[in-house]
């Protein structure tokens, strides 16, 4: 599905001014139709896959307990 700059600066929840500079640098591929560039949606969905892995890898490790030091106990 293609959707506009604005559209596509909603779905990101991003600034319609920086999708567009994202667009010209070509790190968003986009179809120029004459009057405005076209966004294909499905090009977002690996990075929000990737994303999410990420988060769940994160929290994952936040929530390991501390090991408790062997060092801790030992006074000399």
Not at 61 to 69: A, F, H, M, S, V
């Amino acid at each position: 599905m293609y959707k506009t700059i604005q559209e596509t600066a909603e779905y990101l929840s991003m600034d319609i001014a920086k999708v567009r500079a994202l667009v010209l640098e070509g790190r968003i591929r986009a179809i120029h139709d004459g009057n405005q560039y076209l966004i294909n949606q499905a090009q977002f969905k690996t990075h929000f896959e990737d994303v999410e892995k990420y988060r769940q890898k994160i929290q994952e490790y936040l929530n390991e307990p501390i090991p408790e030091d062997i060092d801790v106990k030992d006074e000399d």
